[in-house]
Every structure is written in C-alpha cells, then in structure tokens.
C-alpha cells in the first residue's frame, strides 16, 4: 500500500519548515529524522521516560506522544532553541554545567525543556517544587540530586545570580 | 515501536468529525492523544483511521452551568486544574487531577479524553462514577447525555459508539455541607495507582469510588458503616485482582486503609467548608 502523504509545517524554535510525512510520523521522529534537530532524544517511546519533552506553545510536552500532522498552528521549542540569542549558553544550560547535573546525557534535553518551561511558571522554587518540576524525567545517571541543584542554580541566574 | 499506518482526517467542524467517523467503522478519536498514541506505537491498537478533532472550534471551554461545571472535549488536564471555577464549584475534580500522571501529560491529555478511554486505573471515570455526572456524544443522530453509570461498560470500553464524538462531561457541584477527599498510593509520583480512592460524605451518606481495584470505576455506598468498618464492607462489593504491580491481598489491605483515611479527609472537608 502506499501511504498517503501530508505537506505540514512546522514552527520551531522561530523558523518555519515544510515537510512531507505520513500521518503516523510522531513529532519526535519529524524533528530529528525530517528537520535533522537531534537534540531532542528518544527513549521510551511511549511517554514515560520523558527523554522527547518538547515545548509546545511554551508548555512541555512529548514528541512521542504527538504525531507531527497534529502540531501545525503551535509554537515549538526544542532543546536546540534554548541557546542564547548571541549562542551561550541559556540559564538552564548553564547551571546544568556548573552543577555537573549530566553524565552521559541522554535524559539531559528532555530535563533542559521541562525546567525551562517550571521556572517561566515558577521563577523560585522551593526544593521541593524543584524536585516535583522534574518528576516526569527519567535519569539513570545521575541519581537526580545535581539536577534537582540546576534546577536551584537556573533560577539564581534567572534572578540575576 | 512506530503506529501502523492509518488514514487521517483534521476537520474543521464537528458535523464534518461525526460524518468521517461513520463513514469508517475502524476510525478512533484523537485528541490529547497521551493514552491513544502508546497504544498505536506498541501496536496494541490500529485503527485504519484516526479523526483529529483538534482544530474543532468551542471544545475547550471550561464553563460554570447551573448544578456543576462543564469541561469541553479539548480542555487539557492542565487547564482543568488550574481553574478556579472548578476548584470551587467541585472541588474532588482539582484533587484527583493533581493525581493524573505527570503535568507533561497533562498538558496535552483532555479530561474528556481520559474519561472516554475508560480506563479503570485512571482517576477521572472514577470521579464522574462518584459524583453521577454525565459525558454529552455528537453523533449521527444528534446528541445525548450518557449518565456516569452507563458509560463504564468494561475494561477500556465505553458506552460510546463508534460514530460518537464526546463533546464535554459535566460534573455536578459539591452540595453545601458535603465534602470531598482523594487518595492514591503509587509505587512512583505519577504512576498509575496501585489503588485509588474517592470519597463524597453528606452528613450521614457516605460514598467512596475505587480506582485500580476492579474492571470499571466501582462506587460503594458506606452510609451507616462505623468508619473503622467501611475498608471491610467495600471488600464486600470488590474483587481485587493480582497483577504485576500487586497482588489481591495487597490490593485488599490498601482498599482497607485508604477507605478510612480518605472518609475520614472528606469529613474534614466538609467541617473546614461549614
């Protein structure tokens, strides 16, 4: 059979794509696959792992668990627009390097798009809104704790830190 | 780990939704897609053609109407819960949303959606058993309002035909007086529950619904019940079943704790409301 194909375009990270996909094509798969964004890692595939966590419209949310025909008309933000406008590293970024919170960094994207959109929410969390900010991120690492640090750090250079 | 292929319609208004779900018997409904999407990926479902009722205008309204609140087809979890009005008006809907999933799947997954997927380990059918609200259906014929009671016909089965569209659930408002409680216990935050409880007392009426326990939402009626006895007496109308999370016994000893513990907070609830 031949699969019917749908043209779809994509806002993300505030460039405009055109692309042709099947409609079964998850978001996850059209970022790395069609526009060659890679920094959005796949894990689990099924939602769990939280690896794929994407912004949409701000908020985050899985590329597994969307399929690319389904995102026109949103804003994404994927890891790689987290940068910078002049190329350093965003606040988040940053306290993940200065809070050693990676190790093989698979997870790591994932974590970079959910606390960027918690500390938008949420500009100073208490530790434990910290660690609740990253509960639906899986990382076999690192055993959490430097994260749940990022998290604190990012938002003292939110603030100015 | 990738969906079978499938046909794809996105229409623009809801007449044009129910017409392409009656022309394809195998069509499903999309929406947040945050249960729908892993069940096509580990092919445990494939349906010839998925109906994407995200461009659908007026869905995702959250709206008070007189006797309880109304939730639209599109309103995401997280809006759900954010609302005020509803955190008012009932206020066992915020509780247990807090309970569903993580908030990356509540910012996509609908309330509706979940409710319409029927599944017994998820925590809204249980709350809509509990509280006797209602889903309205578009369908072919016009549209009809499906009572909590005859919505949960079996595992992950729905009273919903095919060529049926849930447009909203209501949800009645908490009585003045009454009070409302959830609890849950997971083996991670976020996590299906091992077992969850929701409980609605009304001075002497006592009512807990049970989520994880049995095929369908169940709601045991416990008025009259000395408190330290209602755990038993739910036993009486369950049957837990041993799954890979938990055995029966294990199962039975959380129905028995968590009955107490969550009356016991409703009572408190009502007491903090008066």
Known sequence: MTEELHDVRLTVNGSAYEIRVPARRLLSDALRHDLGLTGTHVGCEHGVCGACTILVDGSPTRSCLMFAVSAVDHEITTVEGLANPDGSLGAVQQAFVECHGLQCGFCTPGFLTTITAGLRENPTPTHEEARDMIAGNLCRCTGYQNIVKAVERAAEIGAGG | ?274
């Open chain 2, 1 to 274: 780990m990738k969906p079978a292929p499938f046909d794809y319609r996105r229409p623009g208004t809801l007449a044009e939704a129910v017409a392409a779900l009656a022309g394809e018997p195998n069509a499903k409904v999309l929406a947040g897609g945050q249960s729908l999407v892993p069940l096509l990926s580990m092919r445990l479902a494939a349906p010839a053609m998925l109906v994407d009722i995200n461009g659908l205008p007026g869905l995702d309204t959250i709206s008070v109407e007189e006797g309880g609140v109304r939730v639209g087809a599109l309103a995401r979890h997280a809006a759900v819960l954010a609302s005020p009005d509803v955190r008012r008006v009932q206020p066992l809907v915020s509780l247990a949303l807090a309970n569903v999933a993580h908030a990356t799947i509540r910012n996509r997954g609908t309330t509706v959606g979940s409710l319409v997927h029927a599944d017994a380990a998820a925590e809204m059918p249980v709350v809509l058993s509990l509280l006797g609200g209602s889903v309205d259906v578009e369908g072919p014929a016009g549209r009809r309002t499906i009572p909590a009671d005859e919505l949960f016909v079996g595992p992950l089965e729905s009273s919903v035909h095919h060529d049926e569209i849930a447009v909203s659930a209501f949800f009645p408002a908490l009585a003045d007086g009454a009070g409302v409680a959830f609890e849950e216990i997971a083996r991670r935050h976020g996590d299906y529950a091992l077992v969850g409880a929701a409980a609605l007392v009304d001075g002497d009426e006592v009512s807990v619904g049970y989520l994880s326990v049995s095929d369908v939402p169940t709601v045991v009626d416990l008025s009259g019940v000395p408190i330290d006895e209602m755990g038993e007496a739910a036993l009486e109308r369950l049957e837990p079943a041993e799954d890979i999370h938990a055995t029966a016994a294990y199962r039975a000893q959380l129905v028995r704790v968590l009955t107490t513990r969550v009356v016991r907070s409703a009572y408190d609830h009502a007491e903090g409301r008066a």
